[in-house]
């Protein structure tokens, strides 16, 4: 049985950061594209990074617009963990954040074989 489990959330103020982990079993973690995705009160789940599966010893990130150059996935197949770092953030980026495992269409839809609970994330002005 999968499981993905959230953590790292919590309040912070406008420019600050906060580092989002992922932590993954019940599966061959390293062979499998990972994402996060969020959802603010009132809106719809986003797309917010992913991460494809090691390849060659490499692996890919992209990023919605919104966090380009303010956030970065990364991986450590080692530890079965999934992070999001992010900084300089902004109240616009408060929303539940939720890890997903293994996408079944573009990777940038919330169509996603497992998700975590989600962790709160709420910056402050």
């Known amino acids: 049985q999968v499981q993905l489990v959230e953590s790292g959330g919590g309040l912070v103020q406008v420019g600050g950061s906060l580092r989002l982990s992922c932590a993954a079993s019940g599966r061959t973690f390293s062979s499998v594209a990972m994402g996060w995705f969020r959802q603010a009160p009132g809106k719809e789940r986003e797309f917010v990074a992913h991460?494809?599966?090691?390849?060659?010893?490499?692996?890919?990130?992209y990023y919605a617009d919104s966090v380009k150059g303010r956030f970065t996935i990364s991986r450590d197949n080692a530890k079965n963990t999934v992070y999001l770092q992010m900084n300089s953030l902004k109240p616009e980026d408060t929303a539940v954040y939720y890890c997903?495992?293994?996408?079944?269409?573009?990777?940038?839809?919330?169509?996603?074989?497992?998700w975590g609970q989600g962790t709160q994330v709420t910056v402050s002005s």
């Open positions: 991460i494809t599966a090691i390849r060659w010893s490499t692996s890919y990130s």
């Open positions: 997903a495992l293994e996408p079944r269409g573009p990777y940038s839809t919330a169509d996603y074989a497992y």
